[in-house]
């Protein structure tokens, strides 16, 4: 059996162009070639397939269908998958597909590069030898993200650097695997497959905004942003361990017309590390008193990709409230 490359676009397969990074013709012909100078015998089989590459940074909710159904057109003749990705928005995307793919009885790993694949001092070949020796050799049976020498899990993942190799990381979870000269994985690290639930819903891409808190915001501010009868869902990124400013009545509420109005409003922290506790103080647990849900320790791009399927796939708000509170494929603690 084989595992399949699907390449999706990214910083990985561009090339220089008059106005900047562009996709470069010819991608999976010139990987294959470069692969193949490095071939060893511990390499697997793969093939590669290519949708329409784009920038990530031009990534919709979507295009998650898309590629979630490629790989189930597939699903039955390889062993595992590896998706490359732009690095810009390939955290969301790992969240997403690892809600669609609950589950999965196979590994899908993300992975790309910092610099494309046809210039010097590269990234993309370790990237790519990495992501496939675990699509193809090891246990890993969900969503993971490879990058810089380590084996994330996709839902807790996060970009946090613009240029270094090491780009990503998990804050609020350690690594699943570390490579270099040799190889660990955590194997009691790993999400258990559980029952095999795989859903592709139609995304509506303006279904959830997301909001920064910061001193001095107003009312109108909430108001103006779910203005937009598509907008469903609502993220708040609030201060520390949940607050906001219960003091500004203007502020409150704006957020419980916004409930009033049926749209679910769910509080994630600003910080890196750490989660939601909304009923540490007064000014989180205003929040709670007007319907806004705790989002724990998940990340933002994980709670954004969350609340998008919930939205679009389940039937009631009250399953959409029942699923955020709950860890699915260990999104959140």
């Given at each position: 059996?084989?595992?399949?490359?699907?390449?999706?676009?990214?910083?990985?397969?561009?090339?220089?162009?008059?106005?900047?990074?562009r996709p470069m013709p010819g991608f999976p012909e010139r990987l294959r070639q470069q692969l193949e100078t490095r071939a060893s015998t511990s390499q697997p089989n793969y093939d590669i397939v290519?949708?329409?590459?784009?920038?990530?940074?031009?990534?919709?909710?979507?295009?998650?269908?898309?590629?979630?159904?490629?790989?189930?057109?597939?699903?039955?003749?390889?062993?595992?998958?590896?998706?490359?990705?732009?690095?810009?928005?390939?955290?969301?995307?790992?969240?997403?597909?690892?809600?669609?793919?609950?589950?999965?009885?196979?590994?899908?790993?993300?992975?790309?590069?910092?610099?494309?694949?046809?210039?010097?001092?590269?990234?993309?070949l370790d990237n790519v030898e990495g992501a496939l020796h675990f699509a193809a050799n090891e246990p890993v049976r969900e969503v993971g993200l490879y990058f810089g020498q380590r084996l994330l899990?996709?839902?807790?993942?996060?970009?946090?650097?613009?240029?270094?190799?090491?780009?990503?990381?998990?804050?609020?979870?350690?690594?699943?695997?570390?490579?270099?000269?040799?190889?660990?994985?955590?194997?009691?690290?790993?999400?258990?497959?559980?029952?095999?639930?795989?859903?592709?819903?139609?995304?509506?891409?303006?279904?959830?905004?997301?909001?920064?808190?910061?001193?001095?915001?107003?009312?109108?501010?909430?108001?103006?942003?779910?203005?937009?009868?598509?907008?469903?869902?609502?993220?708040?990124?609030?201060?520390?361990?949940?607050?906001?400013?219960?003091?500004?009545?203007?502020?409150?509420?704006?957020?419980?017309?916004?409930?009033?109005?049926?749209?679910?409003?769910?509080?994630?922290?600003?910080?890196?590390?750490?989660?939601?506790?909304?009923?540490?103080?007064?000014?989180?647990?205003?929040?709670?008193?007007?319907?806004?849900?705790?989002?724990?320790?998940?990340?933002?791009?994980?709670?954004?990709?969350?609340?998008?399927?919930?939205l679009a796939s389940a039937n009631d708000t009250d399953s959409v409230r029942e699923g955020l509170q709950q860890s699915w494929c260990g999104e959140k603690s």
């Open positions: 059996m084989k595992t399949l490359i699907l390449h999706t676009g990214g910083t990985i397969g561009m090339a220089a162009a008059a106005d900047g990074y290519e949708l329409p590459p784009i920038d990530s940074a031009d990534l919709r909710p979507g295009h998650w269908p898309v590629i979630a159904s490629t790989l189930l057109e597939h699903w039955h003749d390889y062993t595992g998958f590896v998706i490359l990705h732009g690095t810009d928005t390939m955290a969301w995307s790992a969240s997403a597909l690892s809600f669609m793919l609950r589950g999965t009885d196979k590994p899908v790993i993300f992975t790309g590069a910092q610099i494309p694949l046809i210039e010097t001092d590269s990234d993309a899990r996709g839902n807790r993942s996060r970009k946090l650097a613009t240029t270094r190799f090491d780009a990503f990381d998990s804050p609020n979870y350690p690594p699943l695997a570390e490579t270099g000269n040799t190889i660990t994985l955590h194997r009691e690290r790993i999400v258990s497959p559980g029952e095999k639930q795989f859903v592709i819903p139609e995304f509506n891409d303006q279904a959830v905004a997301i909001l920064t808190l910061h001193p001095g915001i107003s009312g109108a501010t909430v108001d103006a942003l779910t203005a937009n009868p598509r907008v469903r869902g609502l993220i708040l990124q609030t201060y520390g361990v949940g607050n906001a400013p219960q003091g500004d009545r203007e502020l409150i509420a704006a957020l419980e017309r916004a409930t009033a109005r049926g749209i679910t409003l769910l509080n994630t922290t600003q910080c890196l590390i750490g989660g939601v506790s909304q009923e540490t103080y007064a000014t989180g647990a205003a929040l709670a008193r007007i319907g806004v849900i705790s989002a724990g320790d998940i990340t933002l791009e994980a709670a954004f990709a969350k609340l998008h399927f919930l």
